[in-house]
């Protein structure tokens, strides 16, 4: 029987859970850690949480975002369902409101111009009353005070979608003449297709880790990556990273871990980038995306926003706001249910390889040795469904899907294989979950 373990090297580079064995022997699997992982992740990053809880500057606005209460540190979990809310009770409400509203009226034509021409200038939030909903929305505002919060970051920009919201900081970057970007594969299959394209007038090098400081040019303005990775949940060291990227902004794309597991702001990264639609929101209802970042860059985040519309509506807005509320109980949970899963199907002989990071999470890869198209036409709890991150348990073939548009032969080097299959793991109980995965791989 032979057992495959895997060496990372500095940057964290490589599988995460793995397993192989000889023909006819049975498969073994080798995890590091898993049984404390995940506790772990969420004991570290509550103390992270609390570490960072008084760097809270409030600031009174008729957003009614901010008040000027201090606040003692606080617990992640506290954070997730009062950050963004603080001035409720001085309202005299309770639930967060919902303004829907696209214009806002005022007698005062001069300050108005005054407001816009200093927004044009610096793209800082225009102080007073709302002016415009492209120039920013109070319902949307609570969402990025709150995100911001969560993820130990100054400010935070919430876009119509992830894809916005990464294409408006690829335009910051490209007006400063810093069209260059270097990225590590793999990325989420749109993200990597817009790099690829230059459909922004980017231009792409991509690079193994340890490549990431040669690549840099004096026109580089941004490092990408994604860590754990979409699909195959490959994880990076973010400081290893965030060193070699010098002065060049750092952007990590945190939609699988969330700030639960991780916060890549406080291992260097400038800039932490959301699929939204995922976790933040959680019940497969919404569509967003969020950078957060410090405030210097949110300026120029909010001028490509307003000038090119890719604005959060504000319903969606109060749905991440009420979504943070739940995001620790249910990335916990359903992080418990995907080891446990990760766990049976590492032992089960139709499957080849079990990927499953080392900070835990809710999402498992897993390489089978039939055919993966038979998996998804055989599960019935399980929805057959492109996305992740929702309460309900979803499961799709990378290959299909999410990555068709990267070439396949820059899917296969970054360790999309056509047998892979992505599970994103709900709140089901696991012992259903397994009894329809058990089925289906049993077609």
């Known amino acids: 029987m032979k057992i495959h373990r895997i060496e990372y090297d500095r940057f964290g580079h490589g599988p995460n859970v793995t397993r192989s064995v000889r023909p006819g022997s049975r498969p073994v699997f080798s995890l590091l850690c898993m049984e404390s992982v995940v506790h772990d992740a969420y004991e570290a990053q509550d103390d992270s949480c609390d570490a960072q809880g008084d760097s809270y500057d409030g600031r009174d606005d008729s957003y009614g975002v901010r008040d000027t209460r201090a606040f003692a540190p606080r617990a992640l979990a506290t954070e997730a369902v009062h950050a963004g809310r603080e001035d409720l009770a001085r309202l005299g409400l309770h639930a967060a409101p919902i303004d829907l509203s696209t214009t806002y009226p005022s007698y005062d034509s001069r300050g108005e111009a005054a407001r816009i021409d200093a927004f044009a200038a610096d793209g800082a939030e225009p102080e007073g009353p709302p002016v415009y909903g492209r120039l920013g929305n109070p319902t ?166 307003f000038a090119t519309g890719g604005v959060l509506h504000p319903l969606a807005g109060y749905l991440l706001l009420r979504g943070l509320s739940t995001l620790p109980v249910r990335v916990r949970a359903a992080s418990a249910s995907a080891a446990e899963l990760a766990r049976r199907l590492a032992a089960d002989p139709r499957v080849d390889r079990v990927h499953y990071p080392r900070i835990g999470g809710a999402m498992v890869a897993f390489e089978v040795h039939g055919d993966p198209h038979e998996v998804i036409a055989g599960v019935r709890l399980i929805t057959p469904a492109v996305s992740l991150g929702s309460v309900d348990s979803l499961i799709q073939h990378p290959a299909s899907i999410s990555h068709r548009i990267v070439a396949a032969d820059d899917r296969r080097e970054a360790g999309v294989s056509d047998r892979l299959l992505r599970l994103s793991v709900g709140l089901e109980d696991v012992e259903d979950l397994w009894a329809d995965l058990d089925r289906a791989l049993g077609r």
């Open 140 to 305: 949307v505002a609570r969402f990025e005070t709150a995100l911001a919060r969560l993820e130990g970051t100054e400010s935070a920009v919430a876009f119509a979608s992830g894809m916005a919201a990464l294409s408006a900081v690829l335009l910051v970057r490209n007006a400063l003449g810093l069209r260059h970007v270097v990225a590590v594969r793999p990325l989420y299959g749109c993200s990597d297709h817009l790099l690829t394209a230059g459909l922004l007038g980017s231009e792409v090098t991509w690079v193994d880790p340890a490549g990431i400081a040669d690549a840099l040019r004096p026109d580089t303005g941004l490092v990408m990556v994604e860590s754990p990775a979409n699909p195959t949940l490959a994880e990076l060291d973010l400081r290893a990273v965030a060193h070699a990227c010098g002065s060049v902004p750092l952007l990590a794309d945190n939609t699988f871990a969330t700030p639960v597991l991780q916060r890549p702001a406080g291992q260097g990264a400038r800039l932490v980038l959301h699929s939204a639609t995922k976790y933040l929101g959680g019940h497969g209802d919404v569509m967003a995306g969020v950078v957060a970042c410090d405030e210097e860059f949110a300026r120029g985040l909010r001028q490509v926003r």
